[in-house]
């Protein structure tokens, strides 16, 4: 599949709890983390989506926050993935941070200039990407 969405995640549904009108599915990783996505119910229908089914979880780079420090703060986006930072490819304005996971996955992130600097960013630092369940956008085979 070709799609725009940097990060493709291919996954099997651990759980789909299905709501009025929206839905959560819970998608296992190999390395044994989950994302969480929020769907319509009518997407969960309509793709046909059951646990043990494999799916791809997608999210835009632009979309992942990458925070080094949490201070004692506690944050609502559902999904928030430790690993290592791999590559700082930086541009004129913004970078692009990969961050390799505990199964060796990668997530993209693009952040400021600035807020590697600020951050510390720098290759081997632990950091976690943190998104939004409403940001994932599922695909399953047709």
């Known amino acids: 599949m070709k799609a725009s969405a940097r990060n493709q995640f291919t996954g099997t549904v651990r759980d ?7 839905a959560e599915v819970h998608v296992g990783l190999k390395g044994g983390e989950i994302i969480a ?6 997407s969960v229908d309509e793709l046909g989506i059951k ?3 494999d799916v791809i979880a997608m999210v835009k780079a632009p979309q992942v926050i990458i925070v080094t ?6 944050l609502s986006a559902r999904n928030q993935l430790q690993g290592l930072v ?3 490819k930086p541009g004129k304005v913004n970078a692009e941070i990969d961050i390799e996971l505990k199964g060796g996955e990668k997530i993209a992130a693009t952040v400021t200039n600035d807020s590697v600097e600020t951050l510390g960013l720098a290759k081997g630092k632990t ?3 943190a998104f939004k369940a409403g940001a994932v956008i599922l695909a399953v085979k047709a």
């Open 37 to 42: 996505a929020t769907v319509t119910k009518e």
């Open 69 to 74: 420090d949490f201070g004692g703060y506690q």
């Open 51 to 53: 646990s043990g089914m």
């Open 16 to 22: 789909v709890i299905v709501g009025a009108v929206n």
């Open 86 to 88: 791999t590559d700082i």
């Open 127 to 129: 950091a976690t990407a």
